[in-house]
């Protein structure tokens, strides 16, 4: 039986073959949190769920957003890559056996 290392994400239990890939993952989930918080703070109104999504588009966004802060904003109007469910988490792992 082989075994395989995993690291698994606990802020949404999402597992990777590779360390730097959940810590990118993690990363981008904290700020995306923080992000929605910020907004949360400032805007009156918006659902929690819409938060969470304006959260993680910046957030899965942010190198372009840095990029627009500097002087380059036709770099948002760009399409962003989609990212399939299917490249957030390998195939060969779906689960850890508790």
């Known amino acids: 039986m082989a075994v395989i290392a995993v ?10 073959e590779d360390k730097k890939s959940a810590e990118m993952h993690d990363k981008m989930l904290e700020l995306a949190a923080n992000i929605s918080y910020l907004i ?4 009156t ?9 304006i959260g993680m588009l910046l957030a ?3 190198d372009d957003l840095v990029k ?3 002087g380059k904003p036709e770099v948002l109007l760009k399409q962003a ?11 060969n792992v779906t689960a850890i056996a508790n």
């Open 40 to 43: 949360e703070k400032e805007i």
């Open 45 to 53: 109104g918006i659902s929690e769920q819409n938060l969470e999504q």
């Open 60 to 62: 899965k966004r942010s």
């Open 7 to 16: 690291w698994k994400c606990d802020r949404d239990g999402t597992m990777f």
């Open 81 to 91: 890559p989609q990212v399939k469910e299917s490249d957030e988490q390998p195939d």
């Open 68 to 70: 627009a802060c500097k």
